[in-house]
């Protein structure tokens, strides 16, 4: 991680402003200039840049942009999920501009309802970076703003006149960009539906833009408990002293706190790197939660990797390390399918008699079946 005061364009800025989140996202990084001023950039990556903003956006968060230590490689973790690639513009055909299907299962506008007991309520189209390999792409960072009186509305009635809803979770873009006023005007609104039992927040500000965590936040959320939170670690890079106390506070508040990450080829699609990003995390009490195989959103076919190096990154992760440290590894299918769990197959045969199966290091063992 860099000193910020070594950087030209923000050697004035004081730890205050540096410790502010709005400051951080008033001066998010989105031309090909200001990024040049503070990574170094070749000629023709900055060309690159400029065509591919041409077609999608670009927001860096200044805090975020300082993990970037290793400016000239073009393979670092941090750089590849924040800087954009003309690989991007490379759309395959099996690519999906809504690989989710989330617009054709929205019964009312900003709503999702996929499952029976639960539903998807995308608050903002706004995020605070807008990461390479959203799946989102469509309209994240397309329209920056809040929904407005009459989709809320319609949302919060919904969800009311469904019974059958007890489990909401807030997303978007990113609850946790907006003030908060804003949020808890929506959260307020849904702990007064009776069979509301649980509000979840899908926020990557843990990682992109810690100092958003503040006591205020926090102390507004844990009065309208149960709050569960998840956000978006992909790489160990992204533990820093600020994200961990993000994740402190969090945790402190009495929000369970989980980790959803993507696989991504360059990225994380190993073994070691996931394995030390995941032992770190349970150390700081957030529990991987799922790790999901990147989707056919357009023009992130460059971070797809094979199903099977997830598959192997858990066979060697389960048994291995703590139990709690394994996410379950996921396709979130096309067409609105849902999560759907791709993990090693550890079961050999059943019948009536027994089953037969394998431990972690794949020695055979049989349990008889006859309960
Ligand atoms: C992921 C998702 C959920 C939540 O799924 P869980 O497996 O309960 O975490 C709910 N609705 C939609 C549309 C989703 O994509
Ligand atoms: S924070 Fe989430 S929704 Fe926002 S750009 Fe990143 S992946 Fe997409």
Not at 125 to 147: A, L, N, P, Q
């Amino acid at each position: 991680m860099k000193d910020y005061k070594t950087i030209s364009l923000w050697k004035d800025v004081t730890s205050g402003q540096w410790e502010d989140w709005r400051w951080q996202l008033k001066n998010r990084i989105t031309t090909t200039q200001q990024l040049s001023e503070v990574i170094h950039l070749s000629e023709e990556e900055k060309h690159d840049i400029d065509f591919c903003l041409k077609r999608f956006r670009m927001a860096i968060t200044p805090y975020y942009s300082t993990l970037i230590d290793d400016d000239d490689d073009k393979n670092s973790p941090i750089k590849m999920q924040a800087v954009p690639s003309i690989k991007e513009l490379d759309v395959r055909s099996e690519e999906l501009a809504d690989p989710l299907a989330e617009d054709s299962q929205s019964p009312v506008k900003n709503i999702v309802h996929r499952y029976p007991d639960r539903v998807l309520f995308i608050v903002t189209y706004k995020c605070s970076m807008y990461c390479r390999h959203c799946t989102r792409r469509r309209i994240v960072g397309e329209e920056d703003f809040s929904i407005d009186e009459e989709t809320l509305e319609n949302a919060i009635s919904y969800i009311k006149s469904n019974s059958k809803i007890r489990d909401v979770l807030l997303s978007g873009g990113d609850p946790l960009v907006m003030n908060d006023g804003y949020i808890e005007n929506i959260i307020r609104r849904l702990r007064e539906i009776p069979h509301v039992e649980i509000i979840r927040i899908g926020t990557r500000t843990p990682v992109v833009l810690p100092m958003r965590i503040t006591d205020d936040l926090v102390n507004m959320l844990r009065k309208y408990h149960p709050i569960w939170i998840n956000t978006h670690f992909n790489h160990p890079k992204e533990i820093t002293e600020e994200s961990i106390k993000a994740c402190t506070k969090i945790v402190d508040a009495g929000i369970p706190l989980g980790n959803q990450s993507v696989l991504l080829k360059g990225v994380n699609d190993n073994v070691e790197t996931l394995k030390e990003l995941y032992l770190k995390l349970v150390k700081y009490r957030v529990r991987p939660y799922y790790l999901y195989q990147c989707d056919l959103a357009q023009g992130i076919g460059h971070f797809r990797t094979k199903v099977e190096t997830g598959i192997e990154i858990i066979r060697n992760l389960r048994g291995y390390i703590s139990g709690f440290a394994v996410p379950t590894f996921v396709i979130d299918a096309p067409r609105g399918g849902g999560k759907i769990p791709i993990n090693p197959e550890y079961i050999i045969s059943v019948d009536d008699n027994q089953v037969v199966m394998k431990n972690y290091k794949g020695d055979i063992y049989f349990y008889p079946n006859n309960g």
